[in-house]
């Protein structure tokens, strides 16, 4: 299995910028097809942004397309979610998974593999 460990949450401003990185290990990181998820308080997991195994597919929801950029390397076995004009409903805790397929999907129950998560908090 792949262990995933997130990192690059933190306080920022509206407008400001955050790059968020997942570390992966025990597998082949270039098997898996990542995603990003992010949870607020007391709503669902929502769908954030995902990418093939090779770069070459990528997909966003909807509140984050035009703002957020996901990409990986696949030689550091690290997702990264570069994260720009955050807005104070961007606050929520951030979980990179993993699915051992070559399918980019945006349903979290069919990813197998989860992080821990990292807070992101945007407020002024």
């Known amino acids: 299995q792949v262990q995933l460990v997130e990192s690059g949450g933190g306080l920022v401003q509206p407008g400001g910028s955050l790059r968020l990185s997942c570390a992966a290990s025990?597998?082949?990181?270039?098997?898996?097809?990542m995603g990003w998820f992010r949870q607020a308080p007391g709503k669902e997991r929502e769908f954030v942004a995902a990418?093939?195994?090779?770069?070459?597919?990528?997909t966003y929801g909807d509140s984050v397309k035009g703002r957020f950029t996901i990409s990986r390397d696949n030689a550091k076995n690290t997702l990264y979610l570069q994260m720009n004009s955050l807005k104070p409903e961007d606050t929520a805790v951030y979980y990179c998974a993993a699915r051992n397929s070559i399918v980019v999907v945006t349903w979290d129950t069919l990813y197998g593999y989860w992080g821990q998560g990292t807070q992101v908090t945007v407020s002024s």
């Open positions: 990418i093939s195994r090779d770069s070459g597919s990528t």
């Open positions: 025990g597998r082949t990181f270039s098997n898996y097809a």
